[in-house]
């Protein structure tokens, strides 16, 4: 077992280093790893999704009386889906960071096609 199994070469497998949860790299990829660069394009790549996301409800929802953009689910639902099937998942993301405000942890289609979001 001292050895990689699934390597050509005949070195020896490497240890993993045991951080503590008060390191600040605990739970992070080793700088400069395709890993971490797949971690930064994936963040990046899901802030776009949420921005085109915004950019829809403020194009097909309707100006408030107070002064925001609110668009129903169902409505929201059936423009984006034809772009992406991750909807909820933007949108949850989206209110994460302050962007949108909803009723509920979750939306589910159908059930909720009447819930209101609305985009700060």
Request: glycine share 10%; proline share 5%; net charge neutral.
């Amino acid at each position: 077992q001292r050895k990689n199994p699934f390597s050509n070469a005949d070195r020896p497998a490497s240890k993993p280093v045991l951080t503590h949860r008060a390191d600040p790299t605990y739970g992070r990829p080793p700088e400069g790893s395709k890993t971490e660069q797949r971690g930064k394009d994936a963040h990046s790549h899901v802030g776009k999704e949420v921005e085109e996301l915004c950019l829809i409800i403020r194009n097909t929802g309707q100006m408030g009386e107070d002064g925001h953009v609110s668009v129903t689910f169902g409505q929201l639902f059936e423009t984006y889906v034809t772009i992406s099937n991750k909807v909820v998942g933007i949108l949850l993301r989206a209110r994460k960071h302050g962007l949108v405000h909803f009723e509920g942890e979750m939306l589910w289609q159908g059930k909720d096609d009447d819930a209101v979001i609305t985009l700060l």
